[in-house]
């Protein structure tokens, strides 16, 4: 049976502490090292500070086969990661005149100038492999120590990638036996807590070896995370189908998709395959459940189009609502809802109307408290309904949450 490969992946940039940049470039190189067969135990991230680069570095060392290091690799003074390698390994740094040439011409062949301080991005620890990058300047590259397999690259995310693509991932082929692959399946879940899911599957949690389950939590939905390792992708996706399987005889009611599914894209699908059209009045939401359904392929095929009725004059003068009906139940109520989803889908000639209206703060309105939320729904020929839902979190939160229930109720009622 091959070693288990372990690896684990560090990122050099202040600016990714800052949150100024997302650092894609873990996530992709897990999903790539994963179809490979290798197991990342380990995420870092680190600013451009040589003691803590240090630190992190003594830590990788040895405790992985396999440690990829992104970012650092510049020409400033503050791209140290080499400097801190070479000090950690125990390894010189040299001038390759290879990588010299390469940078050169990557100058020349932009008709750029080659300022001197260029120069140390030619420079890498003794006895590396250059990996070339053919889509910008800085190149990567890989050396061996007492055991563990090092990769520097840019931290640039289309260089990274196409370094790892050109030779990279081979490199990591050629100093393992990778014999197995791991495979990840996603099953996404609504109106079902964490804890409901984990406490429906907990026999199947508790005896887990391969595939192994573990649940997510997201923002108004649950994941279940479903991880199999075999030799070759098919044995591995047999083994996820099968606990799939298990999963699903118990919970299935509450799964709309997997993987790259969204609920908003599900959603968008079953309008689709039913042949049924939608048109949302929204007062609270501003927009935001209609910007959803157009940012679909083909959405003009299922949405006529939306009104934001942000204020009381909108929803009596544009959308019809009876000023008797806002006087005795107020905007935030069940009785507006219903109003706004029939008038929404009348007015602009849909089958299926939804509407939004509620408190998004930060003071109450019509003295009902911040985060109450009516979402009404009226499919053509059948009887409208709203109701009513009470959220937490700020004004931002509770905009996304109904947003996100308003696609819910759709998703039941259309099931």
């Not at 197991?39 to 803590?52: A, L, M, P, Q, T």
């Amino acid at each position: 049976m091959a070693k288990q490969v372990k690896a684990e992946i560090l990122a050099v940039g202040t600016e990714l502490l800052l949150g100024q940049i997302a650092n894609t470039n873990a996530q992709w190189l897990s999903v790539r090292l994963a179809d490979m067969g290798v197991n990342v135990f380990f995420h870092g991230v680190v600013g451009d500070n040589e003691e803590r680069m240090r630190h992190q570095m003594e830590q990788a060392n040895g405790r992985s086969d396999i440690v990829i290091v992104t970012g650092g690799l510049g020409p400033t003074d503050d791209d140290v990661t080499r400097e801190v390698a070479s000090e950690v390994l125990g390894l010189s740094i040299e001038e390759e005149h290879e990588a010299l040439r390469d940078i050169e011409a990557y100058f020349e062949a932009n008709n750029r100038q080659m300022t001197p301080n260029n120069r140390r991005q030619a420079r890498m620890l003794k006895g590396s492999t250059i990996l070339s990058n053919h889509v910008g300047m800085a190149p990567g590259f890989a050396v061996t120590n007492e055991g563990t397999t090092w990769i520097f690259l840019p931290g640039v995310p289309r260089e990274m990638k196409a370094i790892m693509d050109d030779g990279g991932f081979e490199l990591i082929r050629s100093h393992f036996s990778l014999e197995d692959t791991i495979q990840s399946r996603m099953l996404r879940f609504i109106s079902i807590g964490e804890s409901h899911l984990a406490h429906d599957l907990q026999d199947l949690l508790d005896q887990q070896t391969n595939p192994t389950i573990a649940p997510l939590a997201a923002k108004g939905e649950v994941a279940l995370r479903i991880t199999a390792k075999a030799q070759t992708k098919e044995a591995a996706n047999k083994l996820i189908d099968h606990t799939e399987a298990s999963v699903l005889d118990r919970v299935g009611m509450y799964c709309y998709g997997k993987d790259d599914d969204t609920l908003e894209s599900t959603v968008f699908h079953m309008l689709k395959e039913q042949k049924e059209t939608i048109s949302a009045a929204e007062s609270l939401t501003g927009g935001r459940f209609i910007d959803q359904v157009v940012s679909q392929q083909g959405a003009s095929s299922v949405c006529n189009g939306g009104v934001v009725c942000y204020a009381t004059a909108v929803k009596e003068q544009v959308l019809e609502v009876p000023k008797l009906i806002i006087n005795e139940y107020g905007t935030v109520s069940e009785t507006c809802a219903v109003n706004l989803a029939v008038n929404i889908a009348n007015k602009l000639n849909s089958s299926i109307g939804i509407s939004f209206t509620g408190v998004a703060g930060p003071d109450p309105v019509e003295g009902q408290p911040v985060g109450t939320v009516y979402i009404g729904i009226y499919k053509d020929g059948e009887q409208p309904f709203a109701k009513k839902f009470h959220f937490h979190g700020d004004r931002e939160e509770i905009r996304q949450r109904s947003v996100k229930k308003g696609f819910e109720l759709l998703y039941h009622y259309l099931k």
